[in-house]
C-alpha cells in the first residue's frame, strides 16, 4: 500500500498533515527535518510520495530532495513542497530536482489529496 | 545630505502589510482573526511574556525583524499542567507566526526582490526590547487582540541598507496559498 512521508518541522504542521490522510485511510508516517526525512526514506522503501516544508533548522526540504535523487539513487519517488516560500528562484530549483508539485502555506487538506491522486494514484 | 532609505509611505506600507498578514494568519482559525492595532513604540513586553517567536525577513537590500510576544493567557492547552502540551501550543502559534512572515515575504518578493525568510526562532521575552537597541529606521508595535480576550505583542523592525519602497505594495495581491501548483 502506498504510504506517505510528511516531513517538517512544526509538530503542528506534523500532525495537521498526517492526521488528515490517516483519516482518509492513506498510511502516513513523519519526519521533523531533511535528514530525518532521508533516514525515514532509507528504512522504509514503502514511501510513494513526500510532502515537505523548506525551511527546516538542520537539513533544508529542497536539499533533501536533491540527495534523494543523488545519495539515494531514487529518481521516481514524489515530492510535494509544502511551504511559505513561493519565489521563482526556489520552484526552478525545485523543478531541477524533480519536485513534482508546490503547494503554498497554509494546508488545505484537498489540495494535497489532489495531489496524492494525481501523482501517486495516477 | 543624508539620504532617506525608508520614506513615511513606506513605513506605512510595511506597518500595512503586517497587519494584513497578521488578521489573515495568527487567529486560531480563519474566522477567529485577531484585531490588529497599533500602539505607540517603544512597547515593552507584558508582565506574563513568557518568550519570543523572532521571524527574519531579509534581502539585499534590508533584514526585517517581527517578534511575537507570547503572553501566558494566548496559550491555550487541555491540561495547565503538561508541558507537552504548552511546547504543542507554542509551536502551534509559531506556525502561525511562520505563515503571517511567509506572506509578507511573498508581498515583499513581488516586483522581482529575492527575499529570504528565517525558522522561527523561541526568545526570552527580555529579547524584544534588543530591536530597539539596533537602532532600526523603522520600529512599530502592535497588539493582536484575540476574541478570547487574551493577546500577544508584536514588533515589526527593519534596517534598510539602501532606499528601498514598500508603499506600492499593499495593493491586494494574488496570492494562491493553499493551491497545488503540478510541475
Redesign the interface.
Not at chain 2, 5 to 32: E, H, K, V, W, Y
Not at chain 2, 37 to 47: K, L, Q, R, Y
Given at each position: 500500500m502506498a504510504k506517505i512521508l510528511v516531513v517538517d518541522?512544526?509538530?503542528?504542521?506534523r500532525d495537521e498533515v498526517a492526521g488528515f490522510f490517516r483519516k482518509n485511510g492513506i498510511d502516513t508516517i513523519a519526519a521533523v527535518d531533511g535528514r530525518d526525512g532521508l533516514a525515514k526514506l532509507r528504512a522504509d522503501p514503502g514511501v510513494k510520495l513526500v510532502i515537505s516544508d523548506i525551511?527546516?533548522?538542520d537539513m533544508d526540504g529542497l536539499t533533501m530532495v536533491e540527495k534523494i535523487r543523488g545519495e539515494l539513487r531514487n529518481a521516481s519517488l514524489a515530492v510535494?513542497m509544502l511551504?511559505?516560500?513561493?519565489?521563482p528562484?526556489m520552484?526552478e530549483r525545485?523543478?531541477a530536482a524533480g519536485?513534482?508539485?508546490?503547494?503554498?502555506?497554509?494546508?488545505?487538506g484537498e489540495?494535497?489529496l489532489?495531489?496524492f491522486r494525481?501523482?501517486v494514484q495516477g | 545630505m543624508a539620504t532617506t532609505l525608508l520614506s513615511a509611505a513606506s513605513r506605512a506600507g510595511l506597518d500595512a502589510l503586517f497587519r494584513r498578514a497578521a488578521a489573515a494568519?495568527i487567529g486560531p482559525t480563519p474566522q477567529r482573526a485577531p484585531d490588529v492595532v497599533a500602539v505607540a513604540s517603544p512597547h515593552p513586553p507584558a508582565a506574563d511574556c513568557v518568550g519570543v517567536l523572532a521571524f527574519t525577513i531579509t534581502s539585499f537590500r534590508f533584514r526585517l525583524v517581527v517578534m511575537l510576544g507570547v503572553n501566558a493567557g494566548v496559550l491555550e492547552w487541555d491540561d495547565p499542567d503538561a508541558e507537552a502540551g504548552r511546547r504543542?501550543a507554542i509551536?502551534?502559534l509559531?506556525?502561525r507566526g511562520?505563515?503571517a512572515?511567509?506572506?509578507m515575504?511573498?508581498d515583499l518578493?513581488r516586483g522581482g526582490r529575492?527575499?529570504g525568510?528565517?525558522?522561527p526562532t523561541w526568545l526570552r521575552a527580555s529579547a524584544s526590547p534588543l530591536l530597539e537597541a539596533s537602532a532600526p529606521q523603522h520600529l512599530s508595535a502592535f497588539e493582536l487582540r484575540l476574541d478570547n480576550g487574551a493577546h500577544l505583542d508584536a514588533w515589526v523592525a527593519l534596517r534598510a541598507y539602501a532606499p528601498i519602497e514598500f508603499d506600492t505594495l499593499v495593493a491586494a495581491s494574488a496570492?494562491?496559498?493553499?493551491?497545488?501548483?503540478?510541475?
Amino acid at each position: 500500500m502506498a504510504k506517505i512521508l510528511v516531513v517538517d518541522d512544526s509538530s503542528t504542521v506534523r500532525d495537521e498533515v498526517a492526521g488528515f490522510f490517516r483519516k482518509n485511510g492513506i498510511d502516513t508516517i513523519a519526519a521533523v527535518d531533511g535528514r530525518d526525512g532521508l533516514a525515514k526514506l532509507r528504512a522504509d522503501p514503502g514511501v510513494k510520495l513526500v510532502i515537505s516544508d523548506i525551511n527546516m533548522p538542520d537539513m533544508d526540504g529542497l536539499t533533501m530532495v536533491e540527495k534523494i535523487r543523488g545519495e539515494l539513487r531514487n529518481a521516481s519517488l514524489a515530492v510535494v513542497m509544502l511551504t511559505t516560500e513561493n519565489n521563482p528562484q526556489m520552484k526552478e530549483r525545485g523543478r531541477a530536482a524533480g519536485v513534482k508539485g508546490w503547494i503554498v502555506k497554509p494546508f488545505r487538506g484537498e489540495s494535497v489529496l489532489e495531489a496524492f491522486r494525481k501523482i501517486v494514484q495516477g | 545630505m543624508a539620504t532617506t532609505l525608508l520614506s513615511a509611505a513606506s513605513r506605512a506600507g510595511l506597518d500595512a502589510l503586517f497587519r494584513r498578514a497578521a488578521a489573515a494568519n495568527i487567529g486560531p482559525t480563519p474566522q477567529r482573526a485577531p484585531d490588529v492595532v497599533a500602539v505607540a513604540s517603544p512597547h515593552p513586553p507584558a508582565a506574563d511574556c513568557v518568550g519570543v517567536l523572532a521571524f527574519t525577513i531579509t534581502s539585499f537590500r534590508f533584514r526585517l525583524v517581527v517578534m511575537l510576544g507570547v503572553n501566558a493567557g494566548v496559550l491555550e492547552w487541555d491540561d495547565p499542567d503538561a508541558e507537552a502540551g504548552r511546547r504543542a501550543a507554542i509551536d502551534a502559534l509559531a506556525e502561525r507566526g511562520n505563515m503571517a512572515c511567509g506572506e509578507m515575504a511573498r508581498d515583499l518578493a513581488r516586483g522581482g526582490r529575492h527575499v529570504g525568510l528565517s525558522t522561527p526562532t523561541w526568545l526570552r521575552a527580555s529579547a524584544s526590547p534588543l530591536l530597539e537597541a539596533s537602532a532600526p529606521q523603522h520600529l512599530s508595535a502592535f497588539e493582536l487582540r484575540l476574541d478570547n480576550g487574551a493577546h500577544l505583542d508584536a514588533w515589526v523592525a527593519l534596517r534598510a541598507y539602501a532606499p528601498i519602497e514598500f508603499d506600492t505594495l499593499v495593493a491586494a495581491s494574488a496570492d494562491s496559498a493553499g493551491e497545488l501548483e503540478l510541475f
